[in-house]
């Protein structure tokens, strides 16, 4: 069976911290695809990044960035200098398909960024 | 550039009503795909179209249905509406390939009162 486990249901932080949200997977399926998504407050699901399961280096897009290690059955999300603007749910999801079709999402991280 | 477009964007409807959700996907995308998000839920696949035809089949109640048309929008139809149905509902559209990613669009909140 397939699963997302986002431990961590919600996370508060002050303006300029750093912050991991954590992301562990389950599957049998050797190719798969990793992604985050973003929800801000108006509801919107926001692309983040896509990973494939060959592809185990690490990303960096601006203040975010993310680790694969398929060792460990994880794809934590990280956030530099956390802003205001992050705050938001922020979705992992594991696709088997080759496109995203049916993606399993986790639970979902609250992230509450205060000034 | 376009993007995903759902209408309408808030339903409100009764118990026992029927409702009709729309999703225009990107131009030239070829597939679709629909999201089912409780409150304070993850979304949850329900079902997805290729060229018109299902392709897949998540968790859709069998009092709806979807279907993808010649100019490839697709309806989510959901019949005999109850209270637990109220969620926001995502399309998502991609063009079939590997590597290529979904779009969403920015749901359609539904409320069954």
């Known amino acids: 069976a397939q699963k997302v486990t986002q431990a961590q249901t919600e996370i508060s932080v002050v303006e300029k911290e750093d912050v991991t949200l954590d992301c562990v997977y389950e599957?049998?399926?050797?190719?798969?695809?990793l992604f985050w998504y973003k929800q801000p407050p108006s509801g919107e699901l926001v692309f983040l990044i896509r990973?494939?399961?060959?592809?185990?280096q690490n990303e960096i897009s601006g203040r975010y960035s993310w680790n694969f290690q398929k060792s460990t059955s994880s794809f934590n999300f990280t956030i530099t200098a956390s802003q205001v603007v992050d705050s938001a749910v922020y979705f992992c999801?594991?696709?088997?398909?080759?496109?995203?079709?049916?993606?399993?999402f986790g639970k979902g991280t609250k992230l509450s960024v205060k000034p | 550039a376009a993007g995903v477009i759902q209408s309408p964007r808030h339903l409100i409807k009764e118990k026992r009503e029927t409702a009709t959700l729309k999703c225009y996907p990107i131009?030239?995308?070829?597939?679709v795909y629909w999201y089912q998000q409780g409150p304070g839920q993850d979304p949850q696949f329900l079902i997805s179209?290729?060229?018109?035809?299902?392709?897949d089949k998540g968790s859709i109640p069998d009092r709806f249905s979807a279907q993808q048309f010649s100019d490839y929008h697709s309806e989510l139809n959901m019949s005999s509406l109850e209270l637990g149905d109220s969620a926001l509902y995502f399309c998502?559209?991609?063009?079939?390939?590997?590597?290529?990613?979904?779009?969403f669009g920015q749901g359609t909140r539904l409320t069954v009162v």
């Open positions: 131009p030239r995308h070829d597939t």
């Open positions: 999801a594991l696709s088997s398909r080759g496109s995203q079709g049916n993606l399993i």
């Open positions: 990973r494939n399961s060959f592809d185990e």
């Open positions: 599957t049998r399926d050797t190719t798969y695809y």
């Open positions: 179209f290729y060229e018109k035809m299902q392709s």
């Open positions: 998502a559209s991609s063009k079939t390939g590997v590597n290529t990613e979904a779009f």
